[in-house]
């Protein structure tokens, strides 16, 4: 596989795996499957229903689509759909088109419009968020605010956070506003700031930067009309600060807009944070690791998710392969783990639940594998299907939901 220094090594994990290692267990392992279908262009797929899933993959250059039925959870692979960088990519929620993030020179996020029936993408648009070149790209994450009127950008190689304004089409404006994160830790990957994730809180006064690099989480303001983001006068953003050497790399809001999760990727632990939405404060709540008791060798924490209801919280591991299912409380959002299942391949590099609730993709990178787990509404419970397609090291899924007759998404 291509892992060409242009992207961000913020991404690597500890000891990844060698190729004999993954072989081995994807040959002890029954859930990781050959593609349903033969790969097929989508240019030439009939039309079909069901939702799209679109696919980044790490370092190959390629965007991945699959069809996907929720009502019974059968995936169908429409194979490669463009052939772009594709670090991170992001979907419009209601319009047909999809963003993705490139590791190219200058910060490049490309705009395509999709085709429902096909599942192949157009070329409509591209955004260049670098004000100065870095002479390495490496976009870690791009992300939508909750109104889709501005697109989020972590520029992990550049230290940055950025801004771009979404036209109502979906098209990209040009970039609005750009925050510059200060600091290093003491691992070997810590040598400057590295934003990995940019979120808006619920008040839409507040951006949150995860910078692995820095060992922080930068609180800048935000303004929900320009979409600007600014360090507050007079001391700089506000920040909360991991113990050395974490690594933060993903937040995600409770629901109830008072507590805060992080993911920090090289300790694999991940803290409950009380978030005081009038000063743009996170206090520490809880800390609990991610791996197994008794762990040894590579420690890696990667993805984090929310169900929908707030009930439930959902981490990947990738040291251990592993997904792990925490409950949550309603008031204080303290965790408590519930469930540790294999991811059903290799470095499960990121996962992403279905907006109906009922089901969860894995892109298993180093296994080349998006693995399909149901979701049990009541209990947040994972159970393996055994279903999967393969896409060359797959990164990140974003979801093109198909519309009922009102045009509201079906889930």
């Known amino acids: 596989m291509n892992t060409s220094s242009h992207f961000p090594s913020g991404d690597r994990p500890e000891g990844r795996p060698s190729r004999r290692t993954v072989l081995a267990t994807i040959a002890a392992s029954p859930a990781v499957i050959a593609p349903l279908l033969p790969a097929t262009r989508a240019e030439a797929a009939p039309e079909r229903h069901g939702d799209l899933l679109y696919i980044g993959t790490w370092g190959q250059g390629q965007v991945h689509a699959v069809r996907f039925e929720s009502d019974h959870g059968t995936m169908t692979s429409l194979g ?194 009380r978030w005081d939405a009038a000063r743009g404060v996170l206090t520490l709540r809880q800390v609990l690791s991610t791996n197994a008791p008794g762990h040894t060798g590579a420690t890696s924490a990667a993805e984090l998710a929310v169900s929908r209801d707030g009930h439930h919280v959902y981490v990947s591991n990738r040291g251990e392969n592993t997904l792990v299912v925490f409950s949550a409380d309603a008031r204080t959002g303290r965790l408590t783990e519930i469930q540790r299942v294999p991811c059903g391949g290799v470095t499960p590099w990121s996962f992403a639940l279905h907006p109906g609730g009922r089901w969860l993709f894995v892109a298993n990178e180093a296994s080349g594998t998006v693995n399909l787990f149901r979701v049990d509404p009541e209990s947040g419970r994972l159970t393996d299907t055994g279903a999967g397609v393969a896409v060359p090291a797959p990164d990140c899924i974003a979801f093109h939901v198909r519309a009922d007759a009102s045009g509201r998404p079906r889930f």
């Not at 004000?131 to 550049?158: K, M, N, R």
């Not at 230290?159 to 994160?181: E, K, M, N, P, T």
């Open 80 to 273: 490669r759909v463009a052939e772009v960088s594709s670090n991170w990519v992001a979907a419009h929620p209601t319009r047909p088109v999809l963003y993705v993030a490139g590791g190219e020179q200058g910060g490049l996020v490309r705009v395509l419009r999709i085709d429902g029936a096909s599942g192949a993408l157009r070329q409509i648009g591209q955004v260049e968020t670098e004000s100065v070149p870095t002479g390495t790209g490496g976009l870690s994450y791009i992300g939508l605010t909750a109104a889709a009127d501005a697109l989020l950008v972590a520029d992990f190689a550049a230290g940055s956070a950025v801004a771009v304004a979404v036209d109502a089409d979906g098209r990209l404006g040009g970039v609005v506003s750009r925050v510059q994160d200060t600091g290093s830790g003491p691992h070997p990957r810590q040598a400057g700031p590295h934003p990995h994730h940019v979120v808006v809180d619920p008040s839409r006064r507040f951006a949150l930067v995860a910078d692995f690099g820095a060992d922080r989480v930068f609180v800048y303001d935000y303004d929900r009309t320009t979409h600007r983001l600014s360090a507050g006068p007079p001391d700089g953003p506000g920040a909360y600060a991991t113990a050395p050497g974490s690594g933060p790399r993903r937040l995600a809001f409770h629901p109830n807009g008072q507590a805060v999760y992080l993911l920090n990727e090289l300790t694999a632990d991940i803290q409950t944070l």
